[in-house]
């Protein structure tokens, strides 16, 4: 097994030659601070709306896209399963506006696809979250009565244990509900396709090039790197979970925890036999979920969202590669498929994800209203991150459309207690969920201290899950 931080989804997507790093002093309209896909995206939409602007992005990594962009699970999803949450969060009609928005994105990356050539593997499939346990059959009835109340009962819909078993076999499936309208994509390709038409579309991009300080102030914003300057008339802070390590409105609303993946040797024969032969991407209900795909040559790629919370950003590697986590994902795998024993595992690899408190993502406005900086995706990021790049790409160059007028600009997001309190709970609660969790798959009946602890971000207000 190949276990190394940057992954298979990079190393088959193939190596790109990096761009120079920042040097001397630049003006610009946009600057852009991270090459993932919020970042990318966010540029990709400014370019296309106002083509004769001066865009400049900046990435930290020596090639764009070989963060959490590149690494992920590659689901492509909308946010149906979350309706309800958005819709406690902020009523009827914004919550519908969210959802349809990032419905809209899933379609829009596709058709980026297929118009400019980028062979991601963008795939057309349904999201399943399925039960593994009695205490999670019905987890998505509220998301399902949402969507029936809110006239959209077509985005999500009920399956049986019998129907779940129709798409995708194990003697672990209880039941579910399926996502009809969503995606799998190979990410790495993704991100360099994106980044390739970037420069085709003559944005600049400066690699290498971590920034020490993001100025926002009434006369423009100022953003400074080892090598050089830029200033802008206004700027995108898109670092994802780095936002955690600097100051700003991000810092104490996010958690930085880890998730890893083990991919399987192909085995088109396997997936014949178990009737996983459609694109569906899968979840379990567990709030420190598994989530499972295939790819093109038959593979499975499983992934475990359970990983170690960092203290403030330091993830000390371990986020990236942490043997523990590895083996823990592949003996759930095994649990889920027992055909898999005796089938290689070729590679794993891991990486932080930023988590917010409501588990859906935000827009805070910076300085005097001429720079702004999203995260917040909580391991859901590729199809949101086109929604929310498209909102950035119309606040930078001052227009006021729908993308602008969506909920999740300027939420007002719980926040987080200071370090090292935040580590110490988070860590706690973390241990509490997975002790309890794991008592609930074995059947067996959670001890009241891991109840207890697994309830707690429920009774101060946050949200742990869909």
Known sequence: MVHTRLGYWIEEAGEVEPRPPLSGE????????????????????????????????????????HGP?????????????????MRERWGDEPALAVARAAEEAVTRIGAFCEEHGVDAWYRPAGYLQVSTAPAHDGRWERAVRA?????????????????????????????????PTSATVQPARLAVGLRERLLAAEVEIFESSPVRSF????????????????RANRGVLAI????????????????????HIVLTEPMPDLLEEIGWTGSDCI????????????????????????????????????????????????????????????????????????ASPTHLPAIHTLGQGNAWAAAGYTGNGVGPS?????????????HDDEHTDLAFIDDKTPRLPPEPFHWIGGEAIRLGILHKERAE?????????????????????FHIGR
Not at 149 to 173: D, I, K, N, T
Not at 215 to 230: H, K, M, N, P
């Open 26 to 65: 630049l003006e610009a309209d946009v600057v852009v601070v991270g090459g993932g896909y919020t970042g990318m995206w966010t540029a990709w939409y400014a370019r296309q709306l106002q083509p004769e602007a001066r865009i400049v992005l900046l990435e930290s990594e020596p090639v764009c896209g």
């Open 240 to 259: 994802g979970a780095a936002a955690k390590g600097r100051r700003g409105p991000l810092r104490d609303r996010l958690t930085v925890a880890s998730s």
């Open 283 to 354: 979840t379990d209900s567990r709030a420190l979920l598994h989530y499972f795909r295939t790819t093109p040559d038959g593979r499975i790629a499983f992934g475990w969202g359970g990983g170690r919370i960092a203290m403030g950003a330091r993830t000390g590697g371990r986020a990236e590669v942490d043997a523990d986590v590895v083996a823990a994902a592949t003996k759930d795998l095994y649990e889920y498929f027992p055909a898999l024993r005796g089938r290689a595992i070729t590679h794993a690899w891991g990486g932080p994800i930023d």
């Open 69 to 85: 962009s590149g690494r992920n699970g590659g689901f492509c999803n909308a946010m149906w399963f979350s309706l309800a949450s």
């Open 441 to 461: 798959l074995e059947n067996r009946q959670p001890s009241k201290l891991a109840s207890a602890v697994a309830r707690v971000p429920e009774l101060i207000g």
């Open 147 to 179: 969507c029936r109340e809110l006239g959209v009962a077509e985005m999500l819909q009920p399956l049986s244990a019998a129907e779940v078993a129709e798409r995708c076999e194990s003697p672990a499936f209880r039941g579910g509900a399926v996502s």
């Open 215 to 230: 100025q926002a102030g009434g006369d423009g914003v100022e953003v400074r790197t080892a090598g050089g300057t830029v």
């Open 386 to 398: 086109n929604m929310v790049g498209r909102t950035l790409a119309s606040l930078a160059l001052g």
